[in-house]
């Protein structure tokens, strides 16, 4: 009996990953970004107007050459994964295919308004410490994560953590399906406030999909000073 319901919640599983499949499958077999105008086409299906006009002006100024580049790039699952979990120090850009792509991994720290409302020590600091990660492709922005953390010192200790977040406040890649998890913060007490993040990708690659996932940390500490980092999981 038991090995009788195993073997149905089994097909149940497979069934749902099918489904799931064929809804990307669908979206491709629609055309979406088969060429340069299909993929502006997406865009402003699926972007705020303000964003997707200035977004689809900068295609425009493409040659036809680098148009067909660009959707080569964004169907090339792999390059697009790898594009996403390169491993990179601040401040530093990494590139691929002779160029034509970047991946660019910032950080800043700086001082932030709390509830103006409540009275402080002028020794206290309010910062917020802010990692992010961008990948372009001929100099287009076509993603962006974000993961961030406010906190507060008096140049000795974390006095507390007002708030975090991780989000991608960018993605213009058809094919993948970005998701956040497991947002956390610590550090009160020591010398560094800290959050992090898991991001989960689904990418339809030759018929099936793909899955993998990282965490994405930021930290910021009582010299005002901040950092990160980015892991496969």
């Not at 055309?31 to 107007?49: L, P, R």
């Not at 120090?89 to 700086?110: A, F, R």
């Not at 058809?174 to 020591?190: A, D, E």
Request: aromatic share 10%; proline share 2%.
């Amino acid at each position: 009996m038991l090995k009788k319901l195993v073997s149905l919640l089994l097909v149940a599983v497979l069934l749902s990953i099918s489904s799931f499949s064929s809804a990307f499958a669908d979206d491709i077999a629609k055309g979406k970004i088969t060429n340069i105008s299909s993929y502006m086409t997406w865009i402003k299906e699926n972007t705020n107007e303000e964003e997707a006009f200035k977004f689809v002006e900068q295609i425009k100024t493409l040659p036809l050459d680098k148009q067909e580049k660009f959707i080569s790039y964004l169907n090339n699952a792999d390059l697009m994964t790898k594009a996403l979990t390169e491993k990179l120090e601040p401040g530093e850009t990494k590139y691929l295919e002779n160029g034509d792509i970047s991946i660019t991994l910032n950080e800043t720290n700086q001082s932030i308004n709390f509830n103006p409302m409540i009275k402080s020590s002028s020794a206290i600091q309010y910062r917020r410490a802010t990692y992010t990660k961008d990948i372009e492709i001929f100099g287009i922005a076509i993603l962006e994560n974000v993961v961030w953390v406010d906190y507060s010192h008096d140049g000795n200790s974390i006095l507390g953590i007002q708030g975090c977040d991780a989000v991608t406040t960018r993605n213009f890649i058809p094919v993948w399906s970005l998701s956040w998890s497991g947002l956390h913060s610590w550090g009160v007490g020591g010398t560094r406030a800290y959050a992090s993040a898991d991001i989960t990708f689904s990418v339809l690659y030759q018929g099936s999909i793909t899955l993998g996932a990282g965490e994405l940390g930021v930290w910021g500490d009582i010299s005002n000073l901040s950092g990160g980092w980015i892991k496969k999981l």
